[in-house]
């Protein structure tokens, strides 16, 4: 009986540390999901890209974030040449106590869809790191904060839509925010996340403009990351969601790993597929054991600027136009 006894106990313990799903499962999870041919490259208008928000949405609801109008998390709005429209999938944690300021965190959840091409097989834009990945980061980084101690000001994570046909979604955001833009602390931006394992420096963007780069620096030399941006990071200043926010003069980022494996040694990345090309798709060189990492990294900065929210700005918004 005692013996019966220690197996049952054994079984549940083993059985309950199976079900601990780690950072890395749940990255893999939404992930895979979200590039899956199913979702069809989740393109504009497309039922693809419903079904992505439909399972943003569900994880939002799961972690516990608040939705945007007592039940629904969809931030819908239009965009030109589409009858259809696209929406924003948006979930609070409200501050401790009442403020109007917040840190916005964004990942755009759209790709190219199905494109096709005379002669091409597959037509399927999945956007895998380009950024089903990136919106992964985020949903994770969502569930960190529900799990901790009510923050200083308000979060809000926003899975946007129509960022690659022109940013469209943070754009309707920024001029519909859910607390007033002027007291946005930063915006902190997932797009493309580390799949090449783990790494010691990292690229940010912008490089300039902007007066909070030593300050992420410093957290990160903190963490034992070092800054090494290339300077034709400069050319990405007006691709990305940041560039809605930075051209209001509102502080924003988005941060990747570079090309040095810890210890200094350069990494060759294996061969992914191109962005923005159906080979945009999870593929077996990917190596997840730095996505923890790059998410702590990005926490830490943001835990940062939760506790020290004053006296950073943009002071180049030409920069960003
Ligand atoms: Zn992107």
Known sequence: M????????????????????TVVDDFKRHTYYLASDELEGRGNGSEGIELAAKYIEVQFRAIGLTPIDGYSYLQLFPIPNQQKSEANVVGVIKAATKTNRSIVFTAHYDALGIIKKPGQKDVIHNGALDNAIGVAAMIEMARQYQQGAKPAHNLVFIATAAEETGQYGSDYYAKNPIFPL????????FDGFNVTGPKEDYYVMPR?????????????AKLGWVNDTPGWIDQMNTKFDTSTFLREG?????????????????VK????????????QVNDQWNWDGVEDHINLYKAISDYFLLHPDGIKVTDRKLFI
């Open 182 to 189: 002027k007291d946005i602390i930063i915006n902190v931006n």
């Open 250 to 266: 509102v502080p924003a980022f988005t941060l990747w790993t570079g090309n040095r494996a810890k210890g200094g040694k350069q």
């Open 208 to 220: 300039q403009g902007v007066d909070f780069v030593d300050e992420i620096d410093a957290v990160s």
């Open 2 to 21: 005692k013996n019966k006894l220690a197996f049952v106990t054994l079984v549940l313990c083993t059985l309950s540390f199976a079900l601990k799903a």
């Open 269 to 280: 990345s294996p061969k992914f597929g191109n962005i923005h090309s159906p080979d945009d």
